[in-house]
């Protein structure tokens, strides 16, 4: 995973993970329990404190395949 | 005078542009049914403007407002009695609970003007949903071409009806790529794949959004910036739901300078009418033409600037508050 410095927004920061899926991950989506199929691209967005990046990070992780995910500031 | 905007029931979409939005621009209250002191608050408005109430407690909340002698205001973006068409239908409870309220409102306000032939018994105004400009830029079109999807959930049925077309269309164009795509539509979209490998080729021309801990701003500003740039959105709704449910997804599109097609019969300025059979022409007829792209999305910008004024809101909450 690599990461572009976020905007500081304050003590939050607006981030957005985006990846492509490693396929059979579960995940809530559109009300439901899904299985993630492999290739889909995927974004996930959190607010986040700076100093807590590294567990969502991990989180994000289990979810694309690792080398994939890009660390994107937004607004 | 107090005005309270009330969401109707913890799953009513669009509850940030026809509850929170309105609020702000007038300075009301703004609760959830199932909020915190949400009664009392509600209660204590002169104006109480509940926002599609197919909840007991939405029904309960308008006849009592009523009995003490508030202006009960009921607001619906969609037909109730048809949402089967696109959705899981509304139940009996949600229903008998719409109509309660119904009866319990001295007015009621619809987002289309296409929803006046249901509400036909009822005293009813059209405040269309208002959309504001600050925030929404146009993009330059990306390139390669982006699809892009925005339905908030309420176009689950439909999708098999236009599926083929639009698989053809990105296996003619192997560049594109479809963003915000719903489970229901990447599901329409790949049921006719076994292979891992086909499905897996195929899911990478898919890219979704999750929305996490955000809230409604925070996911709002994440689809706005992965839909701004798009070439063109997709509307796909089956049956007559779609002629009169609320035009949110176009108009969200247009402020972005996006055009969309959509199955409405009645296309907005900016937006191409298409039905079933015509879906791979309209597609792959403006993915091809970026003069015509580039005319109806200064038409689907200029639509929804239109759409920016809470002028509407202002005039019922003065229509009615002349009742009091």
Known sequence: ?75 | MRVCFVVGHEDTPEAYWRVLLPSRSLGAHAVAIDGTAARATALAADVLWIHQPTSIAAADLAEKARARGGAVVVDMSEDPWRRTECDQSYNAVRIESCERALDAAHLVVLAMDQLEEPFAAYDARVVKTVIPTAGWEVRTPLVPATISWWSDGRQRRGLEGVADEIIAVIDRKPEVKIRHIQYAHFKALTSDLTDSETKADRSKRFHFYLEGDLGAEGNLSMLRTAMAGSAVALECYPGGYGQSVSDLPLLRSAMLGVPSITTRLDAPPGAISAQPGEWLDAITGLLDDPGRQQVLAREARGWAESRASFDSYRNIIEEVSTWL
């Open chain 1, 1 to 75: 995973m690599s990461a572009k410095k976020p905007t500081d927004r304050g003590p939050e920061l607006l981030l957005t993970f985006t990846g492509e899926a490693s396929g059979g991950t579960r995940y809530t989506w559109d009300g439901g329990e899904r299985t993630l199929e492999r290739g889909m691209g995927v974004t996930v967005a959190t607010r986040r404190r700076r100093d807590r990046l590294e567990p969502t990070e991990t989180h994000f992780a289990a979810l694309v395949r690792a080398g994939d995910a890009v660390l994107e500031a937004q607004e």
